[in-house]
């Protein structure tokens, strides 16, 4: 098991670019989310796939924000136009097919600067 | 928007000693994890409650549900300094989403 692997860790960038993350969930797993986390506080539920369709994406994220997962494998998150307010935490996770709520496996993050 | 509230916002206690942490919520839920994450790491997760269920051991960890308060409560045992970390409760609005808390912070003292 080698656990949820998230790059970059850091990334650091001026006002305006864009910026690409990935996620590579643990193999099994189907589900796969994108969080959000600010000091302070708890993670703040971005979107989510099961296997390769997108079934959910919260209504804070603006159009900016864009997600991927085209093999139902890996994801990418990509933020365009990037602002000051989006600097933060990034945050993946997988889990399990059962039915329902499964204990969910994340990374280690992305942490984001904007300059 | 976070619909789990954890209880204290920080906690310090002396290594040995019990380590109490609350955790309430708004709307009716099918379960309740805990989650463990130590600074600048992902979330660990410790345990999951189901609402038909009460109380739950893991090791030195009591996870209790009281669905008639919607609270829950995470009990460590004989803290050690590893335990020093932010612990989060979340809770499903849906068959696939978790809604978080602000966490509490508990710091292990040596």
């Known amino acids: 098991d080698t656990g949820v692997s998230q790059n970059p860790r850091h990334k650091i960038t001026k006002r305006g670019q864009n910026v690409t993350f990935r996620c590579d969930p643990i193999?099994?797993?189907?589900?796969l989310y994108w969080y959000r986390q600010t000091l302070g506080q708890g993670p703040e539920f971005l979107t989510y796939?099961?296997?390769?369709?997108?079934?959910?994406k919260s209504r804070l994220l603006s159009d900016r924000f864009s997600a991927e997962r085209p093999k139902g494998s890996f994801s990418t998150l990509e933020i365009q136009r990037t602002e000051q307010g989006d600097s933060a935490m990034y945050l993946c996770?997988?889990?399990?097919?059962?039915?329902?709520?499964?204990?969910?496996?994340f990374g280690d993050g992305t942490r984001l600067s904007i300059l | 928007s976070q619909q789990g509230e954890e209880d204290p916002q920080a906690l310090s206690i002396q290594e040995g000693e019990n380590a109490t942490m609350n955790c309430s919520y708004k709307?009716?839920?099918?379960?309740l994890q805990w989650y463990r994450q130590n600074s600048g790491r992902g979330l660990v997760h410790l345990i999951l409650?189901?609402?038909n269920e009460r109380e739950k051991h893991s090791g030195r960890l009591r996870v209790t549900l009281d669905t008639s308060k919607k609270s829950s409560s995470l009990l460590i045992t004989a803290s050690r300094a590893a335990d020093t970390a932010s612990y989060f409760c979340?809770?499903?609005?849906?068959?696939?989403?978790?809604?978080w808390g602000a966490g509490t912070k508990l710091i292990i003292k040596p």
């Open positions: 796939f099961q296997n390769e369709a997108q079934l959910e």
């Open positions: 709307t009716s839920i099918n379960n």
């Open positions: 996770a997988s889990s399990g097919t059962a039915s329902g709520n499964q204990p969910q496996h």
């Open positions: 409650i189901r609402s």
């Open positions: 979340a809770t499903d609005d849906s068959n696939y989403q978790l809604i």
């Open positions: 193999s099994e797993h189907n589900r």
